[in-house]
T-cell receptor
């Protein structure tokens, strides 16, 4: 079972920041938070991941709370092309045979509106 | 750099038949994993290979099998197809088992 909880859907106005929350209250010390998104009928696309520090790349920012029990993916200026299902995944970093396994939940469907 | 390539993109098979799907990972990537996506169950992990060895297997019946070749290319096979096997089958590759995985576009299998 997925170790994350996400709202099923969210709306965002084009040009505004989209903030997608994720709860992972049972996360372990050696587990990373990964974010992927899937645009209709395409393969999931890697966005970003982090362990405990906030991370930023060209696509998004990831804010992880100090207790690591929740995180927020931020798309700073959402466009219509960001409409997709966003998956938050907890993944073992190393030292486990489950390292390569991604457990997807139901994700959050983000609808960016003009 | 070419991405993950899955062939074929679309496939229609009859119940009882078997099917083989192919995945070519990103050059240099040694880990390949497979997922099944259906409207009812979402994205589910099938199995993972690293350096030709199956490291992990999801909760699927034995009709689902796979292998990885020395060049890291992978195939998955489904025997005795059932209607419920209709799904998008996705392959992902990563440099190592601990690094981020990149997905292909998938193979859409329809069983009639």
């Amino acid at each position: 079972d997925a170790k994350t909880t996400q709202p099923p859907s969210m709306d965002c106005a084009e040009g505004r920041a989209a903030n997608l929350p994720c709860n992972h209250s049972t996360i372990s010390g050696n587990e990373y938070v990964y974010w992927y998104r899937q645009i209709h009928s395409q393969g999931p696309q890697y966005i970003i991941h982090g362990l405990k520090n906030n991370e930023t790349n060209e696509m998004a920012s990831l804010i992880i709370t100090e207790d690591r029990k929740s995180s927020t993916l931020i798309l700073p200026h959402a466009t219509l092309r960001d409409t997709a299902v966003y998956y938050c995944i907890v993944r073992v970093a190393h030292g486990s045979s489950n390292t390569g396994k991604l457990i997807f939940g139901q994700g959050t469907t983000l609808q960016v509106k003009p | 750099k070419a991405g993950v390539t899955q062939t074929p993109r679309y496939l229609i098979k009859t119940r009882g038949q078997q099917v083989t799907l192919s995945c070519s990972p990103i050059s240099g990537h040694r880990s390949v994993s497979w997922y099944q996506q259906t409207p009812g169950q979402g994205l589910q992990f099938l199995f993972e290979y690293f350096s030709e060895t199956q490291r992990n297997k999801g909760n699927f019946p034995g009709r689902f099998s796979g292998r990885q070749f020395s060049n890291s290319r992978s195939e998955m096979n489904v025997s005795t197809l059932e209607l419920g096997d209709s799904a998008l089958y996705l392959c992902a590759s990563s440099l190592k088992e601990i690094t981020e995985a990149f997905f292909g576009q998938g193979t859409r299998l329809t069983v009639v």
